[in-house]
């Protein structure tokens, strides 16, 4: 299994609702990933989790809380978002942390906030 | 800060001619990624370059990685249709030890068939 899984595809959400996306991977990597992509614009990284921990937070608004159960899940919460927050989000997984790992990413959420 | 810049932002080719898309970092980097992205996809790792002066081929597309390791090229040959997409060059930040990776604002290919 060389993929990484994400869901919902497509998510719709009102400012006052609370939504998760969730990520999966089975290839052993120990590193995961979330970035942001508007339109036209290279992938925009939030938070970075190595070996289960929290390593880095792209000084991200607390509206997105991330959330690593263990070494193939990722989760991120969704809470009182802005419409400017409308925005593909990719999950990507690497064997390690640090240098010298291509990234394998999900196809994404397209997430729309209205 | 580390800046990675990529260009042309985007590129119309004519199907079967060649293409070229630049990568320059304001920092050496200790290893270049290149990344393709489909419309209305994601981004797919194409290929990691590490040695200063490497040169890498994948079938019509050929990677370098320059002699002071702060720029890269990625010249496909013989453009096809298939080849539409947005091209991304990645580096590793120093700070962190390469825990972040920096994008380029990435080339957009058109293809016309």
């Known amino acids: 299994d060389t993929e990484v899984t994400q869901t919902p595809k497509h998510l719709v959400m009102g400012m006052t609702n609370k939504k998760s996306l969730k990520c999966e991977q089975h290839?052993?990597?120990?590193?995961m990933y979330w970035y942001k992509q508007k339109a036209k614009k290279p992938p925009e990284l939030m938070f970075v989790?190595?070996?289960?921990?929290?390593?880095i937070n792209e000084s991200v608004p607390s509206r997105f809380s991330p959330e690593c159960p263990n070494s193939s899940l990722l989760n991120l919460h969704l809470h009182a978002l802005q419409p400017e927050d409308s925005a593909l989000y990719l999950c990507a997984s690497s064997q390690a942390p640090g240098e010298g790992y291509g990234y394998t990413f999900g196809s994404g959420t397209r997430l729309t906030v209205v | 800060g580390q800046q990675v810049m990529q260009i042309p932002q985007y590129q119309h080719v004519q199907e079967g001619e060649d293409f070229t898309t630049y990568c320059n970092s304001s920092?050496?980097?200790?290893?270049i990624q290149w990344y393709k992205q489909r419309p209305g996809g994601h981004p797919v790792f194409l290929i990691q370059?590490?040695?200063?002066?490497e040169v890498k081929k994948q079938k019509r597309l050929t990677f370098q990685f320059g002699e002071a390791k702060k720029n890269s090229s990625l010249h496909i040959t013989a453009t096809q249709t298939t080849d539409v997409g947005t091209y991304f060059c990645?580096?590793?930040?120093?700070?962190?030890?390469?825990?972040?990776?920096?994008f380029g604002a990435g080339t957009r290919l058109f293809v016309k068939a």
């Open positions: 290839m052993g990597h120990r590193a």
């Open positions: 990645a580096g590793p930040e120093v700070p962190t030890g390469g825990f972040k990776t920096i």
């Open positions: 920092t050496t980097l200790s290893n």
């Open positions: 989790y190595s070996y289960e921990k929290l390593s």
């Open positions: 370059l590490v040695k200063s002066g």
